[in-house]
DNA sequence: GTTAGGATTTAGCTATGCCTAAATTAGTTA
DNA sequence: TAACTAATTTAGGCATAGCTAAATCCTAAC
């Protein structure tokens, strides 16, 4: 009943719904999952009609998840998350080698794959890219982060995840020292949106681009 | 281009072709694969029809594999059995729980991934069935061996392996100590095609029904 | 050599999930 | 309030991979 596309579905509704699981839109969605948005109506109209009910949907007004819906998504986040450790950790992935192949195969693994993964990983609290890993029964949202592009200006943040989309940009973060647990103070915003940033109070300065900037998630707690 | 569909097809005609690439029928391809003539008929036409030729297709007349469907068939029998292995000496499977996971990841793991997991086996030679795995760029079939229910009369064999299709059958066997590596005599063939075995020289005599017997696949090596 | 019966293929249908083009709706803006 | 525009939905197609029912082929037995 649950298709890999259906899967897609689930996951970036909840991304996109932010902290409040506000109504996303057929636009955002179409976009985000590289598909047309007639396709997004039809398979929202398939969704809102068949038994086990995954989203609300209302046409014209945007769709959002069920419990149901939550549940499943929040599975796919847990999945990702270990996979990507386990990737990481185990296989000794790369750092930006393990997005791809976790997207793959987060669909596929069993219940029994993922407790037992979590069991040799120690039952971890974060992914590779710092991002907390969602456990069973609860939802286990962290998003009182900001970018580090909005983060004030000469306030000391600490790194807490980043964005693992692309390949390049996680290299290009890893070159410059720009990983999770990492402090640093953002000296001076450019117009063009870059970034002069400081790093763990030390003397050099370098210039982060706005792109790889909203990748960055920053609070000033440690971990 | 390859679907998981078109994965499952490849492999049935590898196994059901036996050793020497037998032409598959239609009919055979069927029942292994639980559907329908029709549907293995269309599904043979279009492999046969594009571009990167996996199978040689005449009407009527059976379906064999080309150089490059065997390769991509043995590409996905290395990844069921390393995969197995992997969940059982890493992730802490049962004999009989591997199967499953195994049969629905081999088709989504990356290259990457299959290398990783064979080194941090070490690069292993056998599944926990005993089957051969396969090795880039030969085929390393294993096909010498016969089951255990045509096995003469009174001349020792040693387990080589055991199918891995059910996970029932599996518990039996392994309850009955019939694993791989294993020594054994056939004392008796009865009517009912069951066969009284002879564990390890041992004065014991079991009892080995019909459709396990067939199951068992034994040679007379040690290994 | 004919023919019966099983094996196989053809014809035509279903569902999924995507597409383009055209219609419609909603929400601003004059 | 009327109209414009952007967002969204409807309508109609395509490909995949399955299905049933009906036609056809092949072979083995007479």
Redesign the interface.
Known sequence: MISESVDDYLKAILELGGAHDERVTTNALAERLGVRTPSVTGMLQKLAAQKPLLVLYEKHRGVQLTAAGKRRAWELVRHHRLLELF?HD????SWD?VHD?AE??EH???E??ED??SA?LGDPEFDPHGHAIPRKDQSGVFRDEATLAEWPLHKPAIISSVSDRNAASLRELERLGLMPGAALIVEQRKSSGALAVRLDGGPEVIRVNKDLAFRVLVGNRQR
Chains 1, 2 share one sequence.
């Open positions: 990737l185990v296989l000794k992935y080698e192949e793959r195969l596929f693994i069993s029994r794959f037992r993964v040799i």
